[in-house]
């Protein structure tokens, strides 16, 4: 079974500054997708990145940027000239790539971002 | 474009009621799935449906059942409720070949 590690449980940052958020994650399988949801107070999860682990090259979103370190199974989010929107629950989720249609996503427990005015 | 959509948002039921919440999407996904959202826990899966007709047990499937009734709609059901049960619900599609979830909403439920 896959699991998904997010090792803080909050963070805050002042508005404007960097703020680089961690997961590591656990699979024996080669081909998978990882992402980054982000939940605001709204409730409604959003899609801020993904990342396919044959690409090498690290995905990037505007402010948002990926660290993919498949040997360390490691999957670090970056915020770059954060802003009070970027105020959030962010979780990190992982996913088996199947020809059967069944992939599931697994989640990590969280990281709650508050951004300081 | 609708997207998902749950219904209700929101509910409170005593111990050992029932109710469904229904998810519907209007997207033409193949996969569709429950998830539960606990404080300090994440996303669990409770069921999924790679298809209609089929239906899998996932993380925590425990006092739950679910139906496929089409290709759009996938419910969910409490035969008895409990206080454990108590949690913000989420109901999310996939289409064939796609790597992201859409999700609803959310159903907030409140078992006293």
């Known amino acids: 079974a896959q699991t998904v590690t997010q090792s803080q449980p909050e963070m805050s940052v002042q508005e404007a500054e960097t703020v680089t958020l961690s997961c590591t994650y656990d699979?024996?399988?080669?081909?998978?997708?990882l992402f980054w949801y982000k939940q605001p107070p709204s409730r409604q999860m959003i899609l801020v990145i993904r990342?396919?682990?044959?690409?090498?090259q690290n995905a990037t979103e505007n402010r948002f940027s990926v660290n993919f370190q498949k040997a360390a199974k490691s999957f670090s989010l970056k915020i770059s000239d954060s802003q009070l929107g970027d105020t959030a629950m962010y979780f990190c989720a992982f996913s088996l790539i199947s020809n059967f249609g069944n992939e599931k996503l697994t989640f990590g427990t969280g990281t709650r971002l508050t951004i300081i005015p | 474009n609708a997207g998902v959509t749950q219904t209700p948002k929101f509910q409170v039921l005593k111990t050992g009621q029932s109710m469904t919440l229904q998810c519907a999407q209007d997207m033409n996904h193949n996969s569709m799935y429950w998830y539960r959202q606990d404080p300090g826990m994440g996303l669990r899966l409770i069921y999924y449906?790679?298809?209609?007709?089929?239906?899998d047990k996932g993380e925590v499937p425990n006092g739950y059942n679910v139906s496929r009734l089409n290709k759009r709609e996938f419910s969910l059901r409490l035969e008895s409720a409990a206080p454990s049960q108590t949690s913000v619900y989420f109901c999310a599609s996939r289409g064939v070949g796609a790597n992201v979830l859409t999700f609803g909403a959310g159903s907030r439920l409140t078992v006293l």
């Open positions: 699979t024996s399988e080669n081909n998978y997708y």
């Open positions: 449906s790679a298809s209609e007709g089929t239906t």
């Open positions: 990342q396919e682990a044959y690409k090498q």
